[in-house]
C-alpha cells in the first residue's frame, strides 16, 4: 500500500510539472504571435500610421514623431503665434493659400491645420530635403529677414517657412512643408498616416 502511495505521490508531481511546462510552452508560443499583431519596423517604414500622444507637449513647443523614415513636426501654438502666422503679411509667402497640393483637402486656411492649436508638418524642407530649425519667436537672429513671424528656418540653404509651413518667396524651396494625413483620435491623441475622412 505504501508503494501505492509514493506511485500516486510521483503521478501528481508529474502532472503538475506537465502543467506548469504546458502553461510555460503556450506563454512562450502566445507571446510572439500576439506580438505579430503590431506592424512590423518594415510596415511602419512603408506607412503604418503612428500615434503622438499631445497631452504633454506646452504651448509654444515642438515635438516629433517618425512615420513613413521621415520626421513629423506636431506643434503646440500659442495664441500669439496663431495670431502673428494668420497676420502675416500674405504677399511675402510663396503660396499664401496654400494651393499647391502640399496636404490633405481637410486642411484649410491659413493655419494649414485641423486645429488652430495643433500644427502637423513634416520637417523636411521642400528644396533639397534638409531639416530645417524651429525658430518660433518673432525677430528671431539668424534667419535672414526682417519681422520674422517665427516659424522654421533651413541654415542649408537659407529657405524660410512660417509657422504653418507655408514657404516665403524667394527662398530656393518651391513649396510649403508638407502635411501628412491625420487626424485626432481623442483630444491629446493624433494618429498620423490616417486621413480624418477615413476615421
Known sequence: MADNGVNKGRRRLLLGATTVMGAVG??????PFVSSWQPSAKARAAGAPVQADVSKLEPGQRMTV???GRPVWIINRTPEMIERTEGFDPSRLADPNSEEPQQ???VEGPLRSIRPEIGVLIGICTH??????????PNAEGVGTDDWPGGFFCPCHGSRFDLAGRVFRNVPAPTNL???????????????G???EAA
Open 26 to 31: 503556450a506563454v512562450g508560443v502566445a507571446v
Open 66 to 68: 517618425e512615420w513613413r
Open 194 to 196: 490616417e486621413d480624418e
Open 104 to 106: 490633405p483637402n481637410y
Open 178 to 192: 508638407e502635411v501628412p494625413p491625420y487626424r485626432f483620435e481623442s483630444d491629446s491623441v493624433i494618429v498620423v
Open 128 to 137: 533639397l530635403g534638409c531639416s530645417p530649425l524651429f525658430r518660433p519667436e
